[in-house]
């Protein structure tokens, strides 16, 4: 199994402003995040280990880690609840030009 430690983040993209509005798209991110969700792709026994806050952008976060097909890592000696961070998910920005 690979351990894979660290930071797990929101790319938030910002399209060029419409009139009052600016569209933006979220991606989970962070390139620990990513590396662990590649090699569990590639069925690599992998587990992650991170501080996934409890926002809608941590709710981004998790959809990947919780998917069906990847194997779920246990407590051996007794199973408990995901402790998730009670800090805000960290964000990277950048604006998208036409």
Do not use: W
């Given at each position: 199994?690979?351990?894979?430690?660290?930071?797990?983040?929101?790319?938030?993209?910002?399209?060029?402003?419409?009139?009052?509005?600016?569209?933006?798209?979220?991606?989970?991110?962070?390139?620990?995040?990513?590396?662990?969700?590649?090699?569990a792709?590639?069925?690599?026994?992998t587990?992650?280990?991170?501080?996934?806050?409890?926002?809608?952008?941590?709710?981004?976060?998790?959809l990947?880690?919780?998917?069906?097909?990847?194997?779920?890592?246990?407590?051996?000696?007794?199973?408990?609840?995901?402790?998730?961070?009670?800090?805000?998910?960290?964000?990277?920005g950048?604006?998208?030009?036409?």
């Open positions: 199994m690979i351990l894979v430690c660290g930071e797990a983040l929101i790319d938030l993209f910002v399209g060029v402003p419409g009139g009052p509005e600016m569209s933006t798209h979220a991606v989970a991110g962070g390139s620990p995040f990513n590396v662990a969700v590649g090699l792709r590639l069925g690599v026994r587990a992650f280990l991170s501080g996934i806050s409890r926002d809608h952008f941590g709710a981004l976060l998790l990947p880690l919780l998917r069906k097909d990847y194997e779920k890592v246990e407590d051996a000696e007794n199973e408990h609840e995901r402790q998730q961070c009670p800090d805000k998910t960290a964000a990277t950048g604006i998208l030009k036409k």
